[in-house]
Structures are given as structure tokens and as C-alpha cells.
């Protein structure tokens, strides 16, 4: 008998015995965090399209949506092991596009990046994607953003989470490495006083541990 079973999404903390299942899968503030007993804690956006494969008793991420599990969505394979896989079944396209930085992004952006209308008419939250953002990470491949403004630790963390989301939907699910370089390239920073150019470490611990964190693994 295959030992894979094809999973949808649980409702809110429920448990399943059947197979010997070892996780547990809850609903929070916009996204579904799987625990496992003696395995990787996984989040993942419920917009991506992507669903959970049970193997084993355990959970994992069908990053590709082809259904079955690959070497690298195995988070109980080493990196190297891990790396190995996914690399061999990138295109040179999709390896020129995780070699590329983005343009600088300001988070949110007046201009008309948001379904062709600029934030305040858009009416959308500050941490909503631009259509230029979309495009880069969808079309281009990119996956490291470059941040220069952003509106708050929460709208950093919220951005974060929905760029996470958006691009775990693409292709093989690799996830985006976005950063900062606002001490020496933002206007905004330059500008601020000692004492708020001290609180910058603490927005950026905020930002690494925004609650898609977790689909690191």
C-alpha cells in the first residue's frame, strides 16, 4: 500500500489519528502553522495553492503541486541533500533570476503600482504587493527584495508574510530573502536622531521573526 496520502486543508487545531498521524494544524492570523511531534514545525499561506502530503505520519509542504514529495520539499533530507534536488531541476532562467536583486522598494508606495491606482486611491493596506513587485517575482524570478521604506515593524512584518505567500504559489515554492540598506540609502534614515536609528535592530528582529518565518522549512 503507498504510504502517501494527498491532504486538504484541516479545520482549526484538529488532530487526525488515521495513519498515525503526528501533527496538528491551526488557522492564525493569516496563514496555517502545522506542528508535528518530533518533525518541523511548517507554516503556509492558504492563498498559495498549495496543499499538505502526509508521509510517514508527518507533513509536508507540496511546494511544486505535482502531488507527490520531492527530495527537496523533505525537510528531513540535509540542506545539501536538499539543494542538490531542487538545483537540478531549475532552468538556467530560473537560476538568473535568483542571482538578481531587486530595485529599490518602499513599502507602501504612492504611485499607481496597485491594480493601476495609486495606494490612496487603491484603498488597500500598506503591506499589500505592487503590481511591479508581482511582476519581478512572478515574471523575473526574483527572489531578493531590497527594502528602503517601510511604513512600520508591522507593515515589514505583514509585507513579509504576503510576499512569502505569493511566491510559495510559483514555481518550485522558493522563498524570498528580502533586506534592508536603509543607514546609508534612505533618506528616512539619515534623517532620524541616534535614538531612532537605535530602535532599528528591534524592527529588524521583527521582521525575521514575522509568523511565515516558519516556511523556512
Not at 127 to 147: A, C, Y
Not at 189 to 198: G, I, K, L, Q, Y
Amino acid at each position: 500500500m503507498n504510504k502517501s496520502l494527498y491532504l486538504f486543508v484541516l479545520l482549526p487545531g484538529l488532530l487526525c489519528s488515521c495513519g498515525g498521524q503526528r501533527w496538528t494544524e491551526s488557522v492564525e492570523d493569516g496563514y496555517h502553522l502545522i506542528t508535528q511531534k518530533g518533525g518541523a514545525t511548517l507554516g503556509y499561506s492558504p492563498k498559495s495553492g498549495i496543499s499538505i502530503i502526509q508521509q510517514d505520519g508527518y507533513a509536508f509542504k507540496d511546494l511544486n503541486r505535482n502531488g507527490k514529495l520531492d527530495v527537496y520539499e523533505d525537510w528531513r533530507q540535509s540542506v545539501d541533500v536538499r539543494v542538490a534536488d531542487l538545483t537540478a531541476q531549475l532552468s538556467m532562467e530560473d537560476i538568473a533570476g535568483l542571482m538578481l536583486y531587486s530595485s529599490h522598494q518602499t513599502i507602501p508606495v504612492n504611485r499607481n503600482v496597485y491594480n493601476g491606482k495609486t495606494y490612496t486611491e487603491s484603498g488597500v493596506p500598506a503591506w499589500e504587493l505592487t503590481d511591479e513587485q508581482k511582476v519581478f517575482l512572478e515574471k523575473d524570478g526574483v527572489r531578493h527584495v531590497l527594502i528602503t521604506a517601510v511604513e512600520s515593524p508591522e507593515t515589514a512584518a505583514r509585507w513579509n508574510n504576503a510576499a512569502q505567500g505569493y511566491v510559495e504559489g510559483l514555481g518550485f515554492g522558493i522563498p524570498c530573502n528580502n533586506s534592508s540598506d536603509p543607514r546609508h540609502s534612505s533618506r528616512q534614515m539619515r534623517n532620524s536622531t541616534p535614538a531612532e536609528v537605535a530602535k532599528f535592530p528591534c524592527g529588524r528582529a521583527v521582521w525575521a521573526c514575522a509568523p511565515l518565518s516558519h516556511l523556512k522549512s
